[in-house]
């Protein structure tokens, strides 16, 4: 695991879009693993400006989102489909074909769920994978208490994540309270994992998945396993971690910088 610590939102937004870039450079057919929610707007802001600006080219990558909302059609604005358009496909020249979210209407949630592990596996897996981070500390959908083995499948959302997500609705409209999400296990399987959080609000779950016990009521601690996680950070997410001093210090002394 590395701990890759920014001044501001926008220092680590740019950090890790280079290493998106990095990845894409090395292997243009990538497949990448996408998330939704305001923290990686960053990212997927620097990513269309390095594409327009200096020629970063996503024509072969293939993409699969984490999730979506269960009942929402694609043209809904809270859709994960909707978001995905707006805020980074329709700006770069990415085939729409090779653009992958779960169904919010399909009539058979787990014959879907399985053919969307299948079409996974199908592009060789998952290259790099990018993640947020609940207010519980939640990845994708896998709410509190999910199996840290679990695979794609519809999740029933807490309370607390259902408030969380109402800021984005409009007042008086329903919050859904279902949604279909890749599994803790699935996520494991991509070769590499980077996880964006900003602001002292995700200070404490920070500190808990990256220094606390790996549990299932933190599911994004679970990445302690992974090989090659990458959590990228402002200086307020990281500011409840122990081993702070640790990880500045560790990147200030980096041969050549981080993986």
């Known amino acids: 695991m590395e701990v890759i610590i920014s001044n501001t939102y926008e220092e680590l937004s740019k950090a890790a879009a280079a290493m998106v870039a990095k990845t894409l450079n090395a292997k243009p057919n990538a497949v990448l693993g996408l998330a939704t929610g305001s923290t990686p707007l960053g990212l997927y802001k620097e990513l269309i400006r390095m594409h327009k600006e200096e020629g970063l080219d996503f024509s072969h990558v293939t993409t699969f989102n984490l999730d979506e909302y269960v009942g929402l059609k694609p043209n809904h604005p809270q859709s994960y489909r909707y978001f995905m358009q707006e805020n980074l496909f329709d700006h770069i020249n990415i085939a729409p074909q090779n653009t992958h979210l779960p169904s919010a209407t399909t009539d058979d949630h787990e014959m879907f769920c399985e053919s969307y592990e299948r079409m996974i596996d199908e592009c060789g897996g998952i290259d790099l994978q990018v993640l947020g981070i609940g207010s519980d500390g939640h990845i994708g959908f896998n709410e509190p208490t999910s199996s840290l083995s679990s695979r794609t499948r519809i999740k029933t959302l807490t309370r607390q994540t259902i408030k969380d997500n109402s800021r984005f609705f409009e007042a008086g409209e329903n919050v859904p309270t279902y949604a279909i999400t890749m599994g803790v296990g699935t996520i494991l399987e991509a070769k590499k994992v980077i996880l964006l959080a900003s602001g002292e609000g995700k200070a404490s779950v920070i500190a808990d998945a990256i220094e606390g016990p790996v549990t299932s009521m933190c599911t994004a601690s679970v990445l302690q396993f992974h090989e ?14 122990k081993m702070r001093d640790y990880f500045e210090w560790i990147q200030a002394n980096l041969p050549s910088g981080p993986a």
């Open 228 to 241: 090659r996680a990458i959590y990228y950070l402002d200086t307020a997410a990281a500011s409840k971690l």
